[in-house]
T-cell receptor, first 114, second 113 residues
């Protein structure tokens, strides 16, 4: 079945450091790929998405590129801020018709210190 | 911005009580979901609905039940709460379509003593 593997946390970075959170997936066809973010005490928010190979999703300085050849969707940000401290989830939605469920990774907790 | 609401946000209750967690959305989405989030942050799908009068169990077995009588409303009920039900419960909804973007509510943190 479909699966998502993301790097284990927690990840601790200093403010203005470069961030990479690795995400790889296993799925048939061409799934849609997502990054969600969960701030403390809140639900998940969609951060960015990509629906086909080589698409780049971007939002709030975060980027991720859909790499079909490496089945990856790594999240990057050039300069993190304290306000980016949160849990980040990589997810996929299968390409087959009629399936609307998301498969999530286990989440990566990011802490950014001043 | 997504308009999906969950009440209560926090609930502390004794063992054996019946509880209902409310979830409502004003986006007209036909699909709705309930997730249980464990302390390690992992998300588990426990129920979903693709439309009115349609509900299915998710990947994680749960003693809770759901109903979908109205499009906008998807409540979750525990007939007899136990300490093992202590968790964060997240509701989500999505429209039909290729992108399958799910929008999440703020969650209900349930503690059963």
């Amino acid at each position: 079945g479909d699966s998502v593997t993301q790097m284990e946390g927690p990840v601790t970075l200093s403010e203005e450091a470069f961030l990479t959170i690795n995400c790889t997936y296993t799925a048939t066809g061409y799934p849609s790929l997502f990054w969600y973010v969960q701030y403390p005490g809140e639900g998940l928010q969609l951060l960015l998405k990509a629906t086909k190979a080589d698409d780049k999703g971007s939002n709030k300085g975060f980027e991720a590129t859909y790499r079909k050849e490496t089945t990856s969707f790594h999240l990057e940000k050039g300069s993190v801020q304290v306000s980016d401290s949160a849990v980040y989830f990589c997810a996929l939605s299968p390409s087959g018709a009629g399936s609307y469920q998301l498969t999530f990774g286990k989440g990566t907790k990011l802490s950014v210190i001043p | 911005e997504a308009d999906i609401y969950q009440t209560p946000r926090y609930l502390v209750i004794g063992t054996g009580k019946k509880i209902t967690l409310e979830c409502s959305q004003t986006m007209g989405h036909d699909k709705m979901y309930w997730y249980q989030q464990d302390p390690g942050m992992e998300l588990h799908l426990i129920h979903y609905s693709y439309g009115v009068n349609s509900t299915e169990k998710g990947d994680l077995s749960s003693e809770s039940t759901v109903s979908r009588i109205r499009t906008e409303h998807f409540p979750l009920t525990l007939e007899s709460a136990r300490p093992s039900h202590t968790s964060q419960y997240l509701c989500a909804s999505s429209a039909s379509g290729r992108l399958y973007t799910q929008y999440f509510g703020p969650g209900t943190r349930l503690t059963v003593l």
